[in-house]
């Protein structure tokens, strides 16, 4: 499937109709995720043939794109079951097949090496301090291949030092620099849109 292609269907998929400001509920745009998804599988072959979780999955736009990119099979995970019914409406519209789970990060139960690749848009941890780092910890724990995740290029040194240092991260490396679009979602966004410059990490566990 080309980039484009991807891009065009992510477009189409529902998003959130209430977001949850605690859970700091942001759609992972379309061109975001395409790109994520995109590199993952044509630079490092990490989605085609391979078990894929979406941590955090919310409506499920990277959990979907895994699948449209051929992984075996995808685990979509999310602490709120409002956003769990519509990822799972968006799958049944693309006639995708991904496992839902209703769970907090912290509470997963995975064993052992089930799951290769982990993608995610994760809370950049502005409501809650630490909150992004807590699911890079958790998805390193999980993956034995790579975790992708997306983080404010703001907290870069942060991100690094913390992944290498207490998440247990064999390497931890910026692939690129995006936009992400954040739209008027809540009552404290005085403006329409804006541009947030989000880092692109890959984050390879050290297996022990």
């Known amino acids: 499937m080309k980039l484009k292609q991807l891009e065009s269907l992510l477009g189409d998929l529902q998003q959130f109709s209430d977001p949850k400001v605690e859970l700091e509920q942001y759609p992972t745009g379309?061109?975001?995720?395409?790109?994520?998804?995109y590199t993952a599988e044509n630079t490092f072959d990490d989605i085609s043939?391979?078990?894929?979780?979406?941590?955090g999955c919310g409506c499920g736009t990277l959990g979907i794109a895994s699948a449209l990119l051929g992984a075996e099979h995808v685990l979509g995970i999310d602490i709120d079951p409002e956003s769990l019914e519509i990822a799972s409406q968006n799958a049944a519209?693309?006639?995708?097949?991904?496992?839902f789970i209703w769970s907090d990060i912290k509470s997963?139960?995975?064993r052992g090496p089930l799951v290769d690749?982990?993608?995610?848009?994760?809370?950049?941890?502005?409501?809650k301090k630490g909150s992004d780092m807590e699911f890079v910890f958790m998805a390193l724990k999980v993956a034995s291949r790579a975790v992708y995740s997306l983080h404010k290029s703001t907290t870069r040194d942060y991100i690094r030092r913390t992944a290498l240092r207490d998440c247990n991260a064999k390497s931890a490396d910026i692939l690129c620099e995006l936009r992400f679009d954040v739209l008027q979602l809540y009552k404290f966004h005085k403006k329409k849109e804006v541009d947030i410059a989000v880092d692109l990490w890959r984050f390879v566990p050290r297996l022990i």
Do not use: Q
């Open 30 to 37: 379309p061109h975001i995720a395409s790109r994520l998804l």
């Open 49 to 55: 043939g391979k078990v894929v979780a979406d941590f």
């Open 93 to 99: 519209d693309l006639e995708v097949d991904i496992d």
């Open 108 to 110: 997963l139960k995975l």
């Open 117 to 127: 690749t982990i993608v995610m848009n994760p809370p950049f941890g502005t409501r």
